[in-house]
């Protein structure tokens, strides 16, 4: 009998979200679109675009997050490594997207589906206002019936602001497009503890919930030479997106048939259930799209109680010292004393400032700074736990 993992072993309401599931963001990974000899694995992305064309019979929005540019322009030129170089990379993005992007059309075309392609990069979710006209196009593209296909805009992109790969980037679209799902596929059945690569072999992590310090130890990298990611970036997406209320699974992409296996619960995949809470949209954009400055503000113990337990702003006196700077309106990341990341969230003072007024209450801050209104360092509807 073939491998299953009933949603009947899972919490009910999975089963149940599952069921209710409106819109779906689906990434693929490089390793499932490339079979190593030609420019790509036409027996699967076949399988993958009619199991798609089939959910959007059904009424089903899927948002498409596609790997593979880099890859299909180093097959397309017979080139086996991924090189090392940005700019190289830039150049066979660009001869591998057009190909990628046409063997689709190709594809969902014989199914009456039209495609789109944006490119995006990872300044453009950085603004606020860009984060927000993305949205918007794709929120137009979906009502029009479009299948939207994402990719980085890796030819553009440049080293310091890329998202590194495309799994942060399809958790960013699936929370920011409020998706029900995020459907992860790669080239295994899902996490595994001390996983062989060799013999493909492990203990399958089913569910994750919550517990992502205990597993991210054991988990290895396994970076492909001709891919961006591994696993614990998958695992680090995932966080990301059921932080927004989305469903994740991580999965083996190889398999045909696989996303209907998934949504009837007969697929072997790890499972990430989201959390109960959903962060707010402002939130969201602070803590994954808005990239941090350089600085960082060092709290003590108290001011960690306060902004963990009971939700406050962050006030000069339980600042204990400030690194790198920054200008007033910055993304800062706010760590405790042992240079763990708690928080971050939108500065009101310059690091300069900062520095000087570090440990003191609100009457002092005023004639430190010679200033009649004084604010907090950082209001709690500007920050977010991390």
């Known amino acids: 009998m073939p491998d299953k993992t009933s949603l009947k072993t899972l919490p009910k309401f999975i089963e149940s979200k599952i069921k209710d599931i409106k819109r ?14 030609t420019d790509f694995n036409r027996v699967v992305i076949t399988s993958i675009v009619g199991e798609i064309a089939e959910l959007m019979s059904r ?17 397309a030129l017979n080139v086996r490594q991924r090189p090392k170089s940005i700019h190289l990379r830039q150049a066979y993005a660009a001869v591998g997207q057009a190909r990628l992007m046409q063997l689709y059309s190709d594809l969902f075309r014989s199914y009456g589906i039209i495609t789109s392609q944006v490119l995006l990069t990872r300044s453009d979710l950085d603004r606020r206002d860009s984060y927000l006209n993305a949205r918007e196009t794709l929120q137009h593209l979906l009502v029009m019936g479009v299948l939207p296909i994402i990719n980085e805009n890796d030819t553009v992109a440049v080293e310091e602001l890329n998202f590194g790969d495309n799994d942060f980037l399809a958790a960013l ?33 089913e569910v994750v919930q919550s517990n992502y310090d205990e597993i991210m130890p054991e988990i290895s990298q396994n ?12 695992l680090e997406a995932g966080k990301n997106a059921c932080s927004k209320g989305v469903l994740v ?6 398999k045909i048939g696989i996303i209907g296996a998934l949504l009837s619960g ?3 995949a790890t499972w990430m259930l989201p959390s109960i809470k959903r962060m707010a949209a402002w939130k969201y954009y602070l803590a994954f799209a808005k990239r941090p400055c350089g600085g960082k503000i060092v709290v003590d113990d108290g001011a960690v109680a306060a902004l963990r337990e009971h939700g406050k702003s962050l006030l000069a006196s339980g600042v204990h010292g400030v690194k790198g700077y920054f200008k007033i309106k910055e993304l800062v990341r706010i ?10 969230g939108l500065v009101n003072y310059s690091s ?13 801050i005023k004639q430190i700074l010679q200033i009649t209104n004084v604010s907090e360092v950082i209001h709690r509807n500007n920050l977010v736990l991390i």
Do not use: C, W
């Not at 779906?24 to 000899?37: A, Q, S």
């Not at 799902?181 to 059945?189: H, N, Q």
């Not at 699974?249 to 190889?254: A, C, H, R």
């Open 335 to 344: 760590v405790d004393l042992n240079d763990r990341e708690i928080a971050r």
């Open 352 to 364: 300069d400032d900062l520095k000087h007024i570090q440990g003191h209450s609100t009457a002092d």
């Open 249 to 254: 699974t991580i999965s083996n992409g190889l």
């Open 223 to 234: 970076i492909d030479p001709l891919s961006m990611g591994g696993m614990r970036s998958k």
């Open 266 to 268: 007969q697929a072997k």
């Open 59 to 75: 009424g089903i929005e899927v948002i498409l997050v596609s790997s593979g540019a880099v890859g299909a322009g180093l097959r």
């Open 173 to 205: 679209v699936a929370g920011k497009m409020d998706a029900g799902m995020l459907i992860l596929l790669t080239t295994v059945d899902g996490v595994y503890r001390s996983f062989n690569e060799k013999t493909k072999s492990g203990e399958l992590i």
């Open 24 to 37: 779906i963001v689906i990434k693929i990974g490089t390793r499932v679109i490339d079979n190593e000899k």
